[in-house]
């Protein structure tokens, strides 16, 4: 069960230096991921008419969106292992280049099929599959990497804040992505190529600005002043030795643990509502008679309300002290949105509910990843927020899959989405059974 605890109460040292760590980090982790979206999912725009120029069919884009899951479920665990050891600078600068560098090849698919004889659909899941293992770690990375800048109480608004960039980068990646389709003949490539090209850029450029920009720990910080520093690195440690007296994970018991596999369950749930309906929302909207640019617009508004309810609902989480409680109830709002989108012809009414899931959507996702963050540190947190990562992500692959095989079936969305609905329910469930205790989350002098 969730513990009680006391108010947190922030004096004026851990004011400001919350402030300028926030300040230092939080924007350009937002920007970094911002690329790093964008450049996962902006195959759904290019599929507008990437797959007639490629002969895909649903099933076989389905297949090919979601085969990025696969690479990324079996390099996931040891890149981040890797970032822990190496430090998050080094290794997420490699992670940001090496996939700018292939999504950018995604725009080359005719001229590698007839260069190496291999069809242009399985050119297309080569490179997808390649992908996948280089953008692997980045995201858990990232959330390890804020355990170690970030006490618990501020972790669901800060983690909300990064993750903003999720549905940011389709409010502005997807007018954008629109418009870069009419691109189609300049210097002789389509505008889905012209699409992969330029939206690689941001992650390469990225890549190297991190190197230079990041600090790998609080310990290091020098733009910190001295007092901020030492407060930030005690609090810090308060809190490990708290969690550790709890329990003391290893590596391999943190991959074993109970908890651990149930909230990998869990966010299989919460990612199955974000790719199963963001790899084909562009193509249901496109449905309702508009233009590629029309859509991009349109498809931007689930998005817009997915950011508000991203950082009302890890503020809300943090203020109030719940966890689990906001997991489900997000969780059950993204399912009904999803539900009820399959019952309104209209297309006002089917964007409306569809925006209602937007907020359930993205709200679950920064309180979440509050719960494995509030009992694993070290190593263990790195392994056990990966393999969280990782198995949820399989649902990356196993929601646009099931979706297109769906469509090719019966010519409709329907039985798709409402499949997803069933999951995300089940989501919200095992999200309420999974125990909590909220006082590791809070420096020992304010335990209840």
Known sequence: MDASVQPHEVDALEARTMRRVMTRLVPFLIICYF????????????????????????SSFGLGAGIFFIAYFFFEVPSNLMLERFGARKWIARIMISWGLLSGLMAFIPQISAATGLSPTHTFYGVRLLLGAAEAGFFPGIIFYLTIWFPGVYRARVIGYFMAAIPLST???????????????????????WLFILEAVPALVLGVVVFFYLTDRPADARWLAADERGWLVERLAQER?????????????????????????????????NYGLSFFLPQIIKAFGLSNAQT?????????????GMIYWGRRSDVIGQRREHTALAALIAAGGIAASTLIDDPTGKMIAISCAGFGIFAVLPVFWTLPTAFLSGPAAAGGIA???SIGNLSGFAGPFVMGRIKDSTGSFTIGLLAITAVATLAALIALAISHDSALEQPPETRG
């Open 387 to 389: 393999i969280v990562n």
């Open 35 to 58: 690329a790093a979206y964008l450049d996962r999912v902006n195959v759904g725009f290019a599929a507008l008419t990437m797959n007639q120029a490629l002969g895909l069919t649903a």
């Open 171 to 193: 409010v502005i990646g997807s007018p954008v992505s629109g418009l870069l389709l009419g691109l189609n003949g300049f210097s002789g490539m389509a505008g889905w190529q």
């Open 241 to 273: 030795t708290q969690r550790e007296a709890a329990q003391n994970f290893t590596v391999w018991q943190a991959l074993g643990d109970a908890r651990v596999l149930l909230l990998a369950i869990v966010y299989f749930g919460v990612v199955a509502t």
């Open 296 to 308: 991009g617009f349109v498809n931007a508004i689930p998005f817009v309300v997915g950011t508000i």
